[in-house]
């Protein structure tokens, strides 16, 4: 069987759909202007998660990491609502680990809100730990961040 997600580059084109998803499914969402500067930032990886649907592949989930002084910091992980629960959340932190471990990361390192457990589950699955807390990390609410790290070393 062929497999129902891919993985390309999110270029200028997917700026729309990704802002739209920013808006909707995160409390603290980037504008276009921020997400236009990611794409060009010399150590930023940007994709885009694709399923196949009838025949083409939708955009249906996108990633934000840098990669910098051998460690991989990834902002931003997203599955577009219609898409969650298949399988492509998982595929996609896979899909960045990989890349980030390819461009010379040791470690991966990530922030997560303390109240979002498909999030932290998916880490977790993804083969993240959880090492300490950000107390009153995020602006919006004081909610604390976990900090979530891997080891990359079993990717190269
Ligand atoms: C978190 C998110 C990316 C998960 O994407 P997804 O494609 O639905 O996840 P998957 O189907 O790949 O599931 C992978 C694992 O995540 C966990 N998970 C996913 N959704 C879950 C839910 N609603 N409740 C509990 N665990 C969940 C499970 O452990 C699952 O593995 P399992 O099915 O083997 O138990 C998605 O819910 C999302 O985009 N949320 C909004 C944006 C966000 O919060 N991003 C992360 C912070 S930057």
């Known amino acids: ?9 999110l ?25 236009a500067e990611e794409l060009v930032h010399p150590n930023a990886v940007c994709l885009a998660g694709l399923a196949r649907g009838q025949g083409d592949w939708e955009p249906a989930a996108y990633a934000f990491f840098r990669v910098q002084v ?3 910091h990834l902002f931003r992980l997203a599955v577009l ?5 298949r399988g492509l959340g998982l595929f996609l932190a896979r899909a960045c680990l990989i890349e980030a471990a390819r461009q010379g990361a040791d470690t991966a ?7 979002n457990v498909p999030a932290r589950r998916l880490y977790a699955r993804a083969g993240f730990s959880e090492v300490g807390i950000r107390r009153r990390y995020y602006a919006d ?4 961040a976990v900090i ?3 080891p990359l070393d079993g990717l190269r």
Do not use: H, Y
């Open 81 to 85: 609502p219609p898409f969650r629960g």
């Open 141 to 144: 609410t004081g909610e604390d």
């Open 1 to 9: 069987m062929t497999a129902p997600f891919t993985v390309r580059p």
């Open 148 to 150: 979530m790290s891997m």
């Open 11 to 35: 270029g200028r084109e997917d700026l729309a759909w990704v802002c739209e998803a920013e808006a909707e499914s995160l409390q603290i969402p980037w504008n276009k202007a921020l997400l």
């Open 70 to 72: 051998g460690e991989m």
């Open 109 to 115: 390192w990530l922030e997560v809100r303390n109240d």
